[in-house]
């Protein structure tokens, strides 16, 4: 049981902004948002991840709500090579990493 | 540095036949995973050794971590209902990000 919910899929303009949101309303205070993507059939990739405070990294940003009951994925320009499925999960501690559906997103040239 | 390393990549087993995956990760990492993926669908976790010489209970009976490098699945008799794509991957340690293999085609005819 994954504990987030993600629309099952998204479009978006090549150069555009993708916003990939993630609802996680039962969020406990230790846990982590994580994000993790997959490119065709390819091994899944980890993108980012965050606490409380939003993070950004050479491939993403996460903005993640005040109350942390909410999150969004963001790929600033994004290209061809970014339509992939989108997996956002939740980790505390030792827990094991557990996938939910994801968001199909597709960039349209 | 390889990363994480699935052996084989593509099998076809005949119903009743028998194979072992194999997974080795060169990152000295504590945890490890496998993942089964059906055409169409998301990840779902299956097995998973939190480190070496440990596994926890999982779908799949005959899993072995000989040393913490090495993570393999056996699949004994194999059924159609196991086709699928099996993904591999480890982690270093808690709330850090997991490294994935390719993952193993397996079609069982």
């Known amino acids: 049981d994954a504990k987030t919910t993600q629309p099952t899929s998204m479009d978006c303009a090549e150069g555009r902004a993708a916003n990939l949101p993630c609802n996680h309303s039962t969020i406990s205070g230790n846990e982590y948002v994580y994000w993790y993507r997959q490119i065709h059939s390819q091994g899944p990739q980890y993108i980012i991840h965050?606490?409380?405070n939003n993070e950004t990294n050479e491939m993403a940003s996460l903005i993640i709500t005040e109350d942390r009951k909410s999150s969004t994925l963001i790929l600033p320009h994004a290209t061809l090579r970014d339509t992939a499925v989108y997996y956002c999960?939740?980790?505390?501690?030792?827990?094991?990493?557990?996938f939910g559906q994801g968001t199909r997103l597709t960039i349209n040239p | 540095n390889a990363g994480v390393t699935q052996t084989p990549k593509f099998q076809v087993l005949k119903t009743g036949q028998s194979m072992t995956l194999q997974c080795a990760q060169d990152?000295?990492?504590?945890?490890m995973y496998w993942y089964r993926q059906d055409p169409g669908m998301g990840l779902r976790l299956i097995y998973y050794?939190?480190?070496?010489g440990t596994t926890d209970k999982g779908e799949v009976p005959n899993v072995s971590r000989l040393n913490k490098r090495e993570f393999s699945l056996r699949l004994e008799s194999a059924a159609p209902s196991q086709t699928s794509v099996y993904f591999c991957a480890s982690t270093p340690d808690i709330n850090t990000e997991a490294f994935f293999g390719q993952g193993t085609r397996l079609t069982v005819v």
């Open positions: 990152m000295n990492h504590n945890s």
């Open positions: 999960t939740l980790i505390q501690g030792a827990q094991k990493l557990v």
């Open positions: 050794s939190a480190s070496e």
């Open positions: 965050g606490l409380k």
